[in-house]
T-cell receptor, first 112, second 110 residues
């Protein structure tokens, strides 16, 4: 089945540690996105990539890094510089329709 | 985000119509969207409307757009228990960088 796979679903991290969230898609989409979701707030864009080997900062990129070495993969690293990393992270890719984003099931990161 | 606002909660009786409202600030928005998120899952696109349209209907869903007031609404007819979810309003320009509201949690009661 085609779709977006995020892993891990749940992740616990100690303060000061970097952690990488995986996002893989087999939809053959060019554009991919990372959003952060906090209770009572809308999704906020962290990074996005329109094409392989290219990516741009979103609205809240500080403390995060990404790479886009393959079309299928867009991993997100939450670094120790991110001041409040506990959140639900959603990865998406964009299909053919206007703004038609396909989302993964999300990764919930908790910093202890 | 702060550019898109919507009420946080809506409770509706099964079989009634639900109306979820949204306002946005960017007058250059080209597309307006409604996404649905079920518990523990990612978002799913329900429908979208071009900014030059006033209304779009898709089965039980009706989207109304008042561009002058920058107001978007989603009406769900004959609301069912399976419609319980969080509904997100979003907007974008032609760059498809979507800005999302905080989401409206719809609870359907028997």
């Amino acid at each position: 089945d085609g779709g977006i796979t995020q892993s891990p679903k749940y992740l616990f991290r100690k303060e000061g540690q970097n952690v990488t969230l995986s996002c893989e898609q087999n939809l053959n989409h060019d554009a991919m996105y990372w959003y952060r979701q906090d209770p009572g707030q809308g999704l906020r864009l962290i990074y996005y990539s329109q094409i392989v080997n290219d990516f741009q900062k979103g609205d809240i990129a500080e403390g995060y890094s990404v790479s886009r070495e393959k079309k299928e993969s867009f991993p997100l690293t939450v670094t120790s510089a991110q001041k409040n990393p506990t959140a639900f992270y959603l990865c998406a890719s964009r299909g053919q329709g206007p703004g038609e984003l396909f989302f993964g099931e999300g990764s919930r990161l908790t910093v202890l | 985000g702060e550019d898109v606002e919507q009420s946080l909660f809506l409770s509706v009786r099964e079989g009634d119509s639900s109306v979820i409202n949204c306002t946005y600030t960017d007058s250059s928005s080209t597309y307006l969207y409604w996404y649905k998120q079920e518990p523990g899952a990612g978002l799913q696109l329900l429908t979208y409307i071009f900014s030059n349209m006033d209304m779009k209907q898709d089965q039980r869903l009706t989207v109304l757009l008042n561009k002058k007031d920058k107001h978007l609404s989603l009406r769900i007819a004959d609301t069912q228990t399976g419609d319980s979810a969080i509904y997100f309003c979003a907007e974008s320009g032609n760059d498809y960088k979507l800005s999302f509201g905080a989401g409206t949690t719809v609870t359907v009661r028997a």
